[in-house]
């Protein structure tokens, strides 16, 4: 096949959790050459007219959809599925309704809850000053990467409140409980039935200090040289009732991919509270698959190569 690689054309000032899209589209790249096909890169800004003439013009079979924002808005991702549903190519990835709803945190959780699958609760800014007593979290409502999000964004109540949330608009963030439990993420990939769950993997904050909160924010993800970064470490090794975990934690996920209906590739991201009970902190769908990323270690760790994930998530893409 002709496949269109399209991707979010980084910015002139891009950091490095923008430039990464770089990577998944030479992995992407490489995967297509080996599996026989022919593929050219196509960039996506604002200016969707741009995209819309020459998938018009060079009228590709498939689109391999890497797209995770559009000029650095997570809000805007869903426009471009949206584009390609209009052209009418297929392509990779979750569709444009469930694209809208999964990068939205909030709305991802309102159907959650609906679904009797647990959440932690959700608080406006202007809430704030309501709160009850105990640790929490203020977070961006569409951006992915951890954008955003830091130990900064940690907060306790009872504690100095004044001005604290000057700047953040309920329609942009929105405040859970922190739960200071352990943090774990499921990949999954499409198979002709049922999705496979690859990985549940655990994240170790090795050594942070005590008052130091545990998070899997931005400078870990992307900071090389900060103590985060250093100090974060994947495990697939649950420890105690491992299996009795994975098998919980499996089963969320599955449930996660259908009722909000995701397509070719998806993680699930969780904390367990201190009672044991696992929360679904987020649900990515088309999440980031550069080399190092937890969805490629994850088909690795599952004895999948990634051409082989990358012919399932095509495969996927043109069910009818």
């Not at 869903?78 to 990068?103: C, K, Q, R």
């Not at 919980?248 to 590739?265: A, I, Q």
Request: hydrophobic share 40%; glycine share 8%; net charge negative.
């Amino acid at each position: 096949m002709r496949i269109a690689v399209l991707y979010n054309k980084p910015g002139v000032d891009a950091g490095p959790d923008e430039l990464d899209i770089l990577d998944e589209v030479e992995l992407v790249e490489k995967c297509l050459k080996t599996l026989g096909h022919e593929s050219f890169r196509l960039t996506v800004t604002l200016d969707l007219s741009t995209a819309f003439k020459t998938l018009k013009s060079e009228s590709p079979d498939l689109v391999f959809n890497l797209a995770e924002s559009v000029e650095n808005y997570g809000s805007l991702v869903y426009l471009v599925p949206a584009l390609l549903d209009v052209v009418g190519i297929p392509y990779t990835g979750t569709p444009t309704e469930p694209m809208f709803i999964s990068a939205g945190k909030h709305l991802t959780k309102q159907i959650l809850v609906q679904n009797g699958i647990p959440v932690p609760a959700t608080f406006l800014p202007a809430e704030a000053t309501n709160l009850g007593p105990g640790k929490y979290i203020i977070k961006p409502r569409w951006e992915e990467g951890s954008l955003g999000l830091d130990e900064e964004s940690v907060f306790e109540v009872p504690g100095p409140m004044a001005g604290r949330f000057t700047g953040y608009p309920g329609n942009k963030f929105f405040i859970e409980p922190f739960i200071d439990g352990r943090e774990f993420n499921v990949s999954m990939l499409a198979t002709e039935n049922d999705p496979q769950v690859l990985a549940v993997a655990e994240i170790l904050f090795e050594d942070f200090p005590e008052n130091k909160p545990q998070i899997l924010g931005f400078r870990a993800k992307w900071d090389l040289e900060s103590f985060e970064y250093t100090h974060t470490v994947r495990t697939y090794n649950l420890g105690k009732n491992g299996e009795q975990l994975r098998n919980e934690l499996t089963e969320l996920s599955l449930k996660c991919w259908k009722v909000l209906g995701l397509r070719g590739y998806g993680r699930v991201d969780f904390r367990m509270d201190r009672k044991g009970n696992p929360m679904i902190l987020e649900v990515n769908s088309n999440p980031c698959i550069s080399p190092g990323s937890g969805f490629f270690a994850a088909c690795e760790y599952a004895g999948i190569s990634f051409e082989q994930a990358v012919e399932r998530i095509i495969q996927d893409a043109l069910k009818p």
